[in-house]
């Protein structure tokens, strides 16, 4: 369960580094800004998707644990 808490924090720290000015898109944009953004999603993104991968490793694991 302590794995699932520490996942859970990092998902946190992660959220908390961008702002929504980074990951969403505004009206003005420049070519600069609109490869920022994508940059930035594209970031977080993939932190989030390999967190939530590392937690369904760690539930089926459990759960095979407890069989």
Request: no cysteine; hydrophobic share 35%.
């Amino acid at each position: 369960m302590n794995a699932l808490v520490g996942i859970k924090q990092t998902r946190n720290r992660i959220l908390k580094q961008y702002t929504v000015g980074d990951i969403v898109p505004a009206d003005d944009w420049s070519l600069e800004q609109s490869l920022d953004t994508a940059w930035n999603r594209a970031k977080i993104m993939d932190s989030l998707e390999r967190l939530d991968r590392r937690k369904e490793r760690l539930v089926k694991d459990a759960l095979k644990g407890g069989e």
